[in-house]
């Protein structure tokens, strides 16, 4: 699976980005999705992540209420609506796909779990 994440760019305090992340190279709905986020000298963190058919969708803490994750399998792409943006939230975005249709809340949070990664995308809050 090959994913290309866009959507990233600067943005002030409050305001609202759409992150997409398209999918090439194996069926889409065979596998789930995951975007994580990542600052310098930080590990990478659990932000979202959706069932292979969008049925079931997880986030956390610190972004439920203001971040969407959906997808199109028809378009073989994965969102993350990004509403109410902080100046914590500024980090280097990254979609992922774990291959199978087994989900689970707790494994599909961990990025070891995931088994292609996209290139990343910068996302800049201004307070």
């Known amino acids: 699976v090959q994913l290309q994440a866009s959507g990233g760019g600067l943005v002030q305090t409050g305001g609202s980005l759409r992150l997409s992340c398209a999918a090439s190279g194996r069926t889409f709905s065979s596998v789930s999705m995951g975007w994580f986020r990542q600052t310098p000298g930080k590990e990478r963190e659990f932000v979202a992540a959706v069932s292979w058919n969008g049925g079931r969708t997880d986030y956390a803490d610190s972004v439920k209420g203001r971040f969407t994750i959906s997808r199109d399998n028809m378009k073989n792409t994965v969102y993350l609506q990004m509403n109410s943006l902080k100046p914590e939230d500024t980090a280097v975005y990254y979609c992922?796909?774990?291959?199978?249709?087994?989900?689970?809340?707790?494994?599909?949070?961990?990025?070891?779990?995931?088994?292609?990664w996209g290139q990343g995308t910068q996302v800049t809050v201004s307070s």
């Open positions: 992922a796909a774990v291959v199978g249709r087994y989900y689970n809340s707790e494994r599909n949070a961990y990025s070891g779990t995931y088994d292609y």
